[in-house]
């Protein structure tokens, strides 16, 4: 900084380049939302990625709160609002899964071998309700049934060179969002996605 600015303006220039930081911050990596709003409840069903079967017996992980899915692959918990990574028992992955208002589909897939697919909700944000038609991009394009789900699958196999893979949401009246998937799009996961109404 040039020696004739002021002491004064030297310290506000000094706030004002950490106050930028700590919004880029923000912008970058929020902070994990807590879970400790109202409660809601969440029914799915396991289903086996290639055949869509149910799966029975597995044990699901929603932060200090477990289920099992009974003989149908069905379950219901009961879990505070917020934002989790739900273990699922025996899968290397787990399932991200925006919980802030109920009823919400609570499917999981398990059992995805070598396949590649993300699927999951798109959810206002500032409400948590679903996004129904909204346009989902990553290989492929997808919309928002009117429950606010998506599916996209990217093969089985190798991802060959596995490339910084993008997944992309634009609905009318909503902010475009756009998230890093990964190096490539690997196994089979529940993404959920929020999406800021204009």
């Known amino acids: 900084m040039h020696p004739s600015v002021s002491p004064v303006a030297r310290f506000a220039v000094g706030l004002s380049l950490l106050a930028m930081a700590g919004l880029l911050s923000s912008c970058s990596s929020p902070s994990k939302p807590s879970q400790t709003g109202p409660e809601q409840t969440v029914s799915g069903q396991l289903a086996d990625f290639a055949t869509g079967a149910p799966v029975a017996g597995r044990r699901l992980t929603f932060g200090t709160r477990q289920t099992i899915a009974d003989g149908n692959g069905r379950y219901t918990v009961v879990v505070p609002s917020g934002d ?4 699922i ?3 290397p992955a787990r399932a991200t899964m925006l919980l802030r208002t109920s009823p919400l589909r609570g499917d999981l897939f398990v059992n995805g071998g070598d396949c590649h697919s993300r699927y999951g909700l798109v959810v206002n944000r500032a409400t948590g309700l679903p996004v129904s038609a909204a346009n989902v991009r990553m290989a492929g394009d997808t919309k928002t049934g009117a429950d606010g789900w998506y599916r996209l699958d990217a093969g089985c196999g190798s991802c060959g060179g596995c490339p910084t893979t993008m997944i992309t949401v634009t609905a009318p009246g909503y902010v475009d969002f756009s998230t890093v998937v990964g190096r490539g ?3 089979v996961v529940r993404l959920d996605l ?3 109404p204009r």
């Open 84 to 87: 989790y990574e739900v273990e």
């Open 89 to 91: 028992e025996n899968e």
């Open 185 to 187: 799009v690997k196994q």
């Open 194 to 196: 929020a999406i800021q």
